[in-house]
């Protein structure tokens, strides 16, 4: 990377399908920012509203990418692929950047080349009624990070953000992309960020650069009912078969976060037929001890309930 801070090209993805209705103010935001060197990848992951409408209208400001509908993750890849900056800041179609963002994600880069990622805070709000919900993660404290240990030995504690407070050094992301898969239709920055924090050491920014909208249609907000609790389950238990494929020294780590997705599943009936097989994959390919442990943790998240789980919501 350049030590001229001007000089280095920081891509801004923003990922979409069918918010046409918040993707104008979005793309405004990626192109309004102070730091000047930025491209702006626009990818439409095959939207059947007005999006594309909006996409054309912008003409040579932004680099459109137009696919078939393929989920979050193949969408993010799409975009990676289409861009060119040493730093990738990822956007949700529905959320919003702070104008001076890209500035201090580039500051935060500056501190040492080791720096993989840079996460921040977001700052939720009430689309209808402009409330603001509050900042998260919790933490207030700047600063580098490196939870790799952490993780290996299962005691991970760390808040991540959302996809719009997820920002990525490109040689970092180039290690993570190849094995990314579509493992549910939304949410794939879980993955995105348990692989960074697996990979490198990074930057925790304690200031909200991005706004995020809390609307009808968003894959996690402040629900508890069957349908989204289900998701949780099923997203918690992909994420975690998927990283004891990838990581397998993580598996402390990925056996809690296994028998939280399935002690979700308790809690609403049980587990999908469509995932049985990769539940009895996973189990298969554990100690008895293990398997044990799974479950009772999975007990004790069940018998705990949503409380459990919010730290994996949106």
């Given amino acids: 990377m350049s030590s001229d801070k001007s000089e280095i090209l920081v891509s801004i993805v923003i990922n979409n399908y069918n918010y046409g209705q918040f993707l104008q103010e979005a793309i405004d935001s990626a192109l309004n920012q102070t730091y000047p060197n930025i491209e702006v990848v626009v990818v439409d992951d095959g939207s059947t509203d007005n999006s594309r409408e909006i996409i054309a209208s912008y003409k040579e400001q932004i680099i459109p990418v137009l696919k078939e509908n393929g989920g979050q993750a193949s969408a993010f890849k799409a975009g990676f692929s289409a861009s060119e900056g040493d730093i990738i800041c990822f956007l949700d179609a529905d959320d919003i950047f702070s104008p001076n963002k890209v500035s201090k994600i580039v500051d935060a880069f500056g501190y040492s080349e080791d720096i993989g990622w840079c996460f921040h805070r977001v700052m939720r709000f009430d689309t209808k009624t402009g409330e603001s919900l509050g900042l998260i993660p919790n933490e207030t404290t700047s600063r580098e990070c490196d939870v790799r240990a952490a993780l290996k030995s299962g005691k991970f504690s760390f808040k991540t953000p959302p996809t719009s407070g997820l920002c990525f050094r490109r040689s970092l992301l180039q290690l993570i992309f190849p094995f990314v898969e579509v493992i549910a239709p939304v949410c794939a920055d879980q993955q995105l960020r348990f692989a960074a924090l697996a990979l490198s050491k990074g930057f925790f920014l304690a200031e909200h650069l991005a706004f995020l909208r809390i609307h ?81 943790r999975a007990f004790y998240y069940y018998i705990k309930g949503e409380s459990q789980v919010k730290g994996y919501r949106r």
């Fill in 216 to 296: 009808d249609h968003n894959a996690y907000s402040f629900r508890a009912n069957k349908k989204h609790l289900q998701m949780r389950a099923r997203l918690n238990t992909l994420t975690a078969h998927w990283m004891w494929v990838n990581f397998p020294d993580l598996t402390k780590f990925t056996n809690k976060l296994f028998a939280q997705g399935v002690g979700t599943y308790w809690r609403t009936g049980g587990i999908e037929k469509e995932y049985t097989e990769v539940v009895k994959n996973y189990l298969s390919g554990v100690s008895q001890t293990e398997r044990f442990e799974i479950g009772l």
